[in-house]
């Protein structure tokens, strides 16, 4: 299980990744402030954390990054429109979380065939397990 730093420190990325100019849409706050609690984060160190980023702490286990890639394009695709620059942003995270480049192209690529481009965690999980073997 992961400790309380790096908790902190997903839930920071994920809020890294929610903020576009500055603000972060109600719906992604909901979201987050869900992450928070499955973290056992409280509200006022999640709210702490949107103005006070804290350093990246590199995950050790692998299926925890890939718990956390899917945390990403859960956020990535509440209720709006995907632009390039968010793939690339996206793509950029699971690179810095040492995931393989290959599984997620295929995550993105694939994602577009599923209901509200939400990719199953049981199908997510197969993609990396195969480029992990």
Request: charged content about 25%; overall charge neutral.
């Amino acid at each position: 299980m992961i400790n309380r730093i790096e908790k902190l420190s997903l839930l920071s990325e994920m809020i890294a990744f929610a903020q576009t100019n500055e603000n972060i849409k109600s719906i992604e706050y909901k979201f987050l402030s869900g992450v928070a609690k499955q973290l056992d984060i409280s509200q006022a160190d999640f709210d702490y954390l949107i103005e006070h980023p804290v350093t990246y702490v590199h995950l050790k286990s692998h299926s925890e990054r890939i718990v956390q890639f899917h945390r990403l394009v859960l956020l990535m695709n509440l209720g709006k429109d995907i632009s390039n620059k968010e793939l690339v942003k996206l793509h950029n995270f699971g690179l810095r979380m040492g995931l393989s480049h290959e599984s997620i192209n295929r995550v993105l690529d694939l994602m577009e065939s599923f209901p509200n481009k939400v990719v199953p965690p049981d199908f997510l999980i197969d993609i990396f397990k195969i480029q992990y073997n």
